[in-house]
T-cell receptor
Framework: DAKTTQPTSMDCAEGRAANLPCNHS???????VYWYRQIHSQGPQYIIH???NNETNEMASLIITEDRKSSTLILPHATLRDTAVYYC???????????????FGKGTKLSVKP | DVKVTQSSRYLVKRTGEKVFLECVQD?????MFWYRQDPGLGLRLIYF???????EKGDIPEGYSVSREKKERFSLILESASTNQTSMYLC???????????FGQGTRLTVV
């Protein structure tokens, strides 16, 4: 699986959009970009994933560059409850059998401030 | 609601004890995972299982073993607990055609 690079930490004002970048310059054609977050003292939570098109759900939007070497997770109106560590993961689409493992990096600690 | 349940939220064990951490999922998922999480190191994969009785080592399997006798249950075993195994342990499960993994709330293990 391709490796990812994320900033260690970021701040965002409450109510503003939080834009979290992720570099994955060695991504392969069959690898998806996944985002998870971990709020303090809880297990990680899935947010969104995509292959090459931009994706949006009720939690966030995912923007993937045309060359797929980087992506940005957007929380459109950050709240204090969005304070968490955000993980960007790149992995193959087929995850049956022994390909099922998930590898987490160190993530970005997002602090949403009032 | 999907659920991954870890048997204990907090656990204190003595050095040398055999420790069992249990994880149960109710989603009929094939894949299950055990991670440990330490400050500054993020989540590190210990073992995972992609089917009953099947297991594969993750990045840090030393000092641990696992058991998957039934599809819904994945156990992490510390054969002889040591103080450097004091950590937060997280269990997760995932179906083969689903994007998301579901995590338990974690077990904070302290070995004294």
């Amino acid at each position: 699986d391709a490796k990812t690079t994320q900033p260690t930490s970021m701040d965002c004002a409450e109510g503003r959009a939080a834009n979290l970048p992720c570099n994955h310059s060695t991504i392969s054609g069959n690898e998806y970009v996944y985002w998870y977050r971990q709020i303090h003292s809880q297990g990680p939570q899935y947010i969104i994933h995509g292959l090459k098109n931009n994706e949006t759900n009720e939690m966030a939007s995912l923007i993937i560059t045309e060359d797929r070497k980087s992506s940005t997770l957007i929380l459109p109106h950050a709240t204090l409850r969005d304070t968490a560590v955000y993980y960007c993961i790149v992995r193959v689409a087929y995850y049956g059998g022994s390909q099922g493992n998930l590898i987490f990096g160190k993530g970005t600690k997002l602090s949403v401030k009032p | 609601d999907v659920k991954v349940t870890q048997s204990s939220r907090y656990l204190v064990k003595r050095t040398g004890e055999k420790v069992f951490l249990e994880c149960v999922q109710d989603m009929d998922h094939e894949n299950m995972f055990w991670y440990r999480q330490d400050p500054g190191l993020g989540l590190r994969l210990i073992y995972f299982s992609y089917d009953v009785k099947m297991k594969e080592k993750g990045d840090i399997p030393e000092g641990y073993s696992v058991s998957r006798e039934k599809k819904e249950r994945f156990s992490l075993i510390l054969e002889s607990a040591s103080t450097n195994q004091t950590s937060m342990y997280l269990c997760a499960s995932k179906g083969p055609k689903r994007a998301e993994a579901f995590f338990g709330q974690g077990t904070r293990l302290t070995v004294v």
